[in-house]
C-alpha cells in the first residue's frame, strides 16, 4: 500500500506562547524532522497551536480509497525529571477535534522521541477518509501542565489504495 508525507504548510490560529526556533513560522520549524536544528516550543498549560498541512501530492484519481491517516511527530521534554505532555488531535475543516491523543515526551533534555499517532481509519469515527478532507486537515496541539516541551515535527502519512488505470494497449491489442 502507497503512503504519501502531508507537510505543514502554514500555522492557523495560535497562542503566542507557542515560538519558533531556528524558523520564523511554527509551521516551517515543524515541516523537517531535523534533530532539533528547528523546532516550536510552549511550557504554559492550556496552550494551542493549529497547524494546516499542504494538498495531497497525490492526484485525486490516482487514489481509489484512502485506507489512514496518522500523525508523525518528533519532541522532547526539556526538562531533566519531568516529561512533557500535549495533546495532539486532527481538526476537521468544519473546526471539529477528533482522536485527540495525549503524547508525553520523556524526561531528557538531549534526545529527540519518535511518537506516532494511532492510524485512523475513518475521519469521524464513522466515515471513510476522503481526498477532500485531506485537502482541509489541520491538526490541533493543546499544551499540557507547565513542563516546556519542543516539537520538531508534525507530519501527517497517509495511506491510500492507488485507483486502476485502464491499460488500452492490452485491451485493445498493442497493434491499433
Given at each position: 500500500m502507497p503512503n504519501m508525507t502531508l507537510l505543514p504548510d502554514d500555522t492557523g490560529t495560535a497562542s503566542s506562547d507557542w515560538i519558533a526556533v531556528g524558523e520564523s513560522t511554527r509551521h516551517e520549524a515543524l515541516a523537517s524532522d531535523d534533530d532539533g536544528t528547528s523546532y516550536v516550543?510552549?511550557?504554559?498549560?492550556?496552550?494551542?497551536?493549529?497547524?494546516?498541512?499542504?494538498?495531497?501530492?497525490?492526484?485525486?484519481?490516482?487514489?481509489?480509497?484512502?485506507?489512514?491517516?496518522?500523525?508523525?511527530?518528533?519532541?522532547?521534554?526539556?526538562?531533566?525529571?519531568?516529561?512533557?505532555i500535549v495533546a495532539i488531535a486532527f481538526e476537521a475543516p468544519a473546526g471539529v477535534s477528533a482522536y485527540t491523543e495525549l503524547c508525553s515526551y520523556d524526561a531528557h533534555r538531549t534526545n529527540w522521541e519518535t511518537i506516532n499517532g494511532t492510524p485512523r481509519t475513518t475521519s469521524d469515527g464513522s466515515n471513510a477518509w476522503t481526498y477532500s478532507d485531506l485537502e482541509g486537515l489541520e491538526m490541533i496541539?493543546?499544551?499540557?501542565?507547565?513542563?516546556?516541551?519542543?516539537?520538531?515535527?508534525?507530519?501527517?502519512?497517509?495511506?491510500?489504495?492507488?485507483?486502476?488505470?485502464?491499460?488500452?494497449?492490452?485491451?485493445?491489442?498493442?497493434?491499433?
Open positions: 516550543k510552549c511550557n504554559d498549560n492550556n496552550e494551542t497551536m493549529i497547524i494546516e498541512y499542504a494538498n495531497p501530492s497525490v492526484a485525486s484519481g490516482d487514489i481509489a480509497s484512502i485506507e489512514s491517516v496518522q500523525f508523525l511527530s518528533v519532541g522532547k521534554s526539556s526538562h531533566r525529571s519531568s516529561a512533557s496541539c493543546t499544551k499540557s501542565l507547565t513542563v516546556e516541551v519542543h516539537l520538531s515535527y508534525l507530519a501527517l502519512k497517509v495511506s491510500y489504495t492507488e485507483a486502476v488505470t485502464a491499460d488500452n494497449a492490452t485491451f485493445f491489442g498493442a497493434n491499433f
